[in-house]
């Protein structure tokens, strides 16, 4: 047997694998092990706790329901709060065509979201279903999906009268990935259940031809429209689809081409439209930000400290025509390299065995009647047990080859708080070139995984910033030079914050060091006489200060709100202690 686990040895490292002595193989459960490279998806509003029960189901039961049922079954929904919107479904509008099928008091209902990418949709109808399930008097829940009708803001071309959003992905320079982000993004909603179109708004270098290709390239038009053109379930269109080659024109020739496409392109009612944006912050692409009325904008960049300057430039041309940037994606943030272990795939397993077999008859290692084939059939079992042990061994290490990035200055300092980094893949390049994007070749990457994600902020923003009420509006922030306080009146109430605390409270890199989080500014050092010269908003989520010190800062308006609550719970415990 000894002799048996040398040749298993031998023929095992010539097939890229070292199986490990008899003693120490151990048994591995091979579904744990890859369902760990992959994890699961995170809810960041978990669902409430609720008691199913099961149905009543007596005669009696079935026949006999509450005069006001309408009303308890509305009542006992309303305890249903959206995590985006921060109130509950009914006073929402979401229940709609409530009724009960008096022969078995069956309710039926639909859900009339947002949008059909609802990233929550799924623990809405298991919430209602436990929730009515539950009352004593009714028999069981029906649960129907439905979004409400996409309506285009006033003056919005006759093409994209009937689209939901429209997303803006930018770029400050070419180069970055800023069409592999708008493509998969597209293709990550669409998976989603949304309604998805893609503008290639870069007529001097269209990409989309060369990353989408269409079912059928045919330009076909309705009535005087262009019907765009169709990859699965995403509408597509671009100046490469139409007309071969990048144009070679003036700028105002350029405005006037992209407004007559997007005019004339028969887009039909889309919940989304991704405007992939030509890059830099030009005219053209100010016009189309005025024109189009843009949504919300996703800015792409790379790790480097040249990048997080353009995300400044990109972020104020935004803030500039009133378009709020949810997004920030750092394509090429690192590499992954893997180490120890060994994750060479045994693609022969056959062609292994046969050569098992073959050593065992041809040195005579056979004896009290053993089959070569089932001998050879217990060493392939042994290097497939190594195989596992090695890939659960192996780790994945980022080597990020441009830098540490820059997601938590993005956060603390322009309060962007959805920011994603993806890895420099060469499977990403190479389905860019080949017509066929990522996310629908690799749709259980780890990669594929950071666009979804992407896709299910953009939703909860753009549902935000559409459909929610003063929480998501920008304060009104103003200096009272007279009682020397900052004024803050937000949902309707009004605080006070000192210059010299906000001050204080700065995030900027000259004040906090960025990849540790440590205070370098002394407190101390702000004199409680300074107070700003201007304040001035930056988008919906950040206030800019110009201090008397001749110090320049950006607030989040979420640490305003933040340092104003943590006064205010000072203040009560103050008061508490004094009580006692």
């Known amino acids: 047997m000894r002799r048996i686990l040398i040749i298993a040895t031998a023929l095992g490292a010539a097939c890229g694998f070292v199986p490990a002595p008899l003693q120490n193989t151990a048994q591995l459960n091979t579904r744990q092990t890859f369902l760990q490279t992959q994890p699961p998806q995170k809810s960041t509003h978990p669902p409430p706790a609720l008691k199913a029960t099961q149905p009543d189901t007596t005669p009696s039961a079935k026949h006999s329901y509450p005069t006001d049922w309408q009303s308890q079954i509305l009542s006992a929904l309303s305890v249903i709060i959206d995590p985006d919107l921060e109130t509950d479904i009914v006073t929402l509008g979401f229940v709609q065509n409530l009724s009960i099928d008096p022969s078995t008091n069956i309710i039926s209902l639909d859900l009339e979201l947002t949008t059909p990418a609802c990233p929550v949709k799924d623990i809405f109808i298991q919430q209602c279903q436990d929730i009515i399930n539950n009352i004593q008097w009714t028999s069981g829940c029906k649960v129907t999906l439905t979004s409400r009708p996409n309506v285009a803001p006033s003056g919005s071309p006759l093409g994209m009268s009937q689209i939901g959003a429209v997303i803006a992905v930018s770029s400050c320079k070419g180069g970055v990935g800023k069409s592999t982000t708008a493509v998969n993004l597209a293709f990550a909603l669409q998976s989603q259940g949304a309604s998805v179109g893609i503008f290639d708004a870069d007529v001097y270098g269209p990409s989309l031809p060369t990353m989408v290709t269409p079912e059928d390239d045919t330009v076909r038009f309705i009535g005087r429209q262009i019907a765009p053109l169709k990859r699965g379930n995403v509408s597509l269109m671009s100046f490469g689809y139409v007309n071969e080659g990048s144009a070679v024109m003036r700028g105002p020739m350029v405005t006037q081409l992209l407004d007559q496409f997007l005019s004339l392109t028969h887009w039909g009612p889309l919940d989304y439209l991704i405007l992939d944006m030509p890059p830099g912050t030009g005219d053209i692409q100010l016009t189309l930000s ?179 009420k003063n929480k998501y509006s920008r304060p009104s922030v103003s200096y009272d030079d007279d009682n020397r306080v900052i004024r803050v009146f937000d949902n309707d109430e009004e605080s006070v914050i000192s210059p010299a605390d906000l001050r204080r409270g700065c995030r900027c890199a000259a004040c906090v060091e960025e990849m540790t989080g440590r205070q370098i500014l002394d407190p101390a050092s702000i004199s409680e006489s300074v107070k700003p010269l201007e304040m001035s908003p930056t988008g919906n989520y950040a206030l ?37």
Request: net charge negative; aromatic share 6%.
């Open 290 to 468: 005025q024109k189009l009325n843009i949504t919300a904008a996703v800015i792409v960049t790379t790790p480097q400290e040249l990048s997080f300057v353009d995300v400044e430039r990109g972020v104020e041309m935004f803030d500039t025509v009133g378009v709020p940037c949810v997004a920030v994606v750092e394509n090429m943030a690192y590499f992954e390299n893997q180490v120890g272990g060994n994750t060479a795939a045994l693609k022969d397993v056959d062609g292994l065995k046969a050569k098992f077999m073959e050593a065992l008859e041809a040195d005579g290692l056979l004896v009290d009647g053993a089959k070569a084939g089932d001998v050879a059939e217990e060493l392939i079992k042994i290097v497939l047990q190594q195989q596992e042990k090695n890939i659960a061994e192996t780790t994945t290490e980022k080597i990020r080859i441009f830098g540490q990035g820059h997601k938590r200055r993005l956060s603390e300092q322009w309060g962007i708080e959805h920011t994603y980094s993806v890895p420099l893949l060469g499977r990403i390049a190479e389905n860019g070139d080949s017509g066929t994007p990522f996310i629908v070749d690799n749709p259980t990457s780890p990669q594929a995984d950071i666009y979804r994600e992407l896709a299910q902020s953009v939703v909860s923003e753009v549902a935000k910033f559409k459909f929610g």
């Open 544 to 580: 800019s200060v110009d201090w008397s010190d001749g110090h320049r800062s950006l607030y989040p308006y979420r640490q305003v709100r933040a340092m104003i609550e943590e006064k205010q719970a000072g203040k009560e415990g103050a008061k508490e202690m004094v009580q006692a």
